[in-house]
């Protein structure tokens, strides 16, 4: 079983900066697509950002465009999200994912939770003033 870890989670105010990082046990590259995904209390996981492990091909969520980055580093194999002008709904536990099934768009794998293979423990993020 493939192992991911985030780390990187914190509390900021409203228009801060924060990177997390996800370090994978195993060749990134094998994965289909790797992302991350927010869960807040009474909400079911939502897909913030995806990235296809070969090419590159990111997929953001509506909320997060222009403001989050996910890249990947394959020689390390780890995956960052960079967050910027953070705002207190993007307060949740993010969530590290990653698909080993085929993938044909990048999108599909960030639509919905079920199209995740792996998960990583989570890591909070809290916005607040």
């Known amino acids: 079983q493939p192992q991911l870890v985030e780390s990187g989670g914190g509390s900021v105010q409203p228009g801060e900066s924060l990177t997390l990082s996800c370090k994978a046990s195993?060749?990134?590259?094998?994965?289909?697509?790797i992302g991350w995904f927010r869960q807040v209390p009474g909400k079911e996981r939502e897909g913030i950002s995806c990235?296809?492990?070969?090419?590159?091909?990111?997929s953001y969520a509506e909320s997060v465009k222009g403001r989050f980055t996910t890249s990947r580093d394959t020689a390390n194999n780890m995956v960052y999200l960079q967050m910027n002008d953070l705002r207190p709904d993007d307060t949740g536990v993010y969530y590290c994912?990653?698909?080993?099934?085929?993938?044909?768009?990048?999108?599909?794998?960030?639509?919905?939770?079920?199209?995740?293979?792996?998960w990583g423990q989570g890591a909070q993020v809290t916005v607040s003033s």
């Open positions: 994912a990653a698909r080993g099934r085929p993938l044909f768009i990048v999108q599909a794998m960030c639509a919905d939770a079920d199209e995740v293979d792996y």
């Open positions: 195993t060749d990134i590259l094998t994965y289909a697509g």
């Open positions: 990235i296809r492990s070969n090419s590159g091909s990111t």
